[in-house]
């Protein structure tokens, strides 16, 4: 591979596992963040789905950090030369529920890598593959995109907006309070800066306010799922970014039945989409 690629053949395939355990502590703190009346957690309690994002937290030391906050070329992503890294989406799929108290393992793998150019310049994306696994065997996949991207240069035009369907049979409207995004950050432990450090996020990459987590509006559509739901369990879920958001207003969650299961989406406090996603139930 050349240009933004050139030797990250070597990082292709590659795969590491990390154990952990379900510990109910972990449990009790997501439920404050998302702030959901969930029952004190017992031992083997199902973990609902998309909460399995408390757990297998890395471990990079400071000095192992970027300027943004993120693990500089450590690991299993390769160092790309541009400045921004952003979580683009994913795909998941429930097999089994993991349970309070037992001992799980992750395997992370980059599957696939790939450059291309877009109206805003040079994009790379790369596609990462998470196996959790318990007691039980595999639970739960996940497949990731996350994007390299340039800077953002002040004056640039936002991506066109796109309107968020008018009607929904479930809605949510949710504040994305700056105590929120860092406590989510905190549980994940993911030190990127746009998320909690508004002067970096302002003044270094030049965004408007500080960006709510893709993987939070992630949850927070399942969690809409599961709050209208409440006998059923996503057995799959699949989400794409579509628009930044960011703290400055409240956001909304919306979803409507087809023939799969449910559409959903999240818009932003002006009616654009942000986020589009879909679920279905087993």
Known sequence: MAGLLSGVEEYLGKNETIPDVVTPLSVAR??????????APNAGDALPPGWECAYFAGGARPDALGEDGLPSGTGLLPPIDLPRRMFGGARH?????????????????LVD????????????????????????GPAVTEEQDILYLGEVVPGTPAPP??????????????VPSPILLFRFSAITFNAHRIHYDL??????????????????????????????RPEERVTSFGYRAVRPLYDQAPFTLGANPDDDGYSLWVSDSGGSLTMTGTAQFG
Do not use: F, H
């Open 30 to 39: 997501l439920a404050a963040t998302l702030d959901v009346d969930n029952p």
């Open 93 to 109: 799929t429930y097999r089994t529920p993991l349970r309070v108290g037992e001992e799980i393992a992750q395997t992370t793998e």
């Open 113 to 136: 890598i790939e450059e291309k150019e877009t109206r805003s310049g040079k994009l790379v994306r790369a596609l990462v593959r998470r196996t959790i696994v318990g007691p039980r």
């Open 199 to 228: 002067p970096y996020a302002s003044g270094v990459e030049n965004y408007p306010g500080l960006l709510v987590q893709g993987r939070l509006l992630a949850l927070l559509l399942l969690e809409l799922c599961r709050a209208n």
């Open 161 to 174: 907006a796109k309107p968020a369907p008018e009607a929904a049979t479930w809605r949510r409207s949710v």
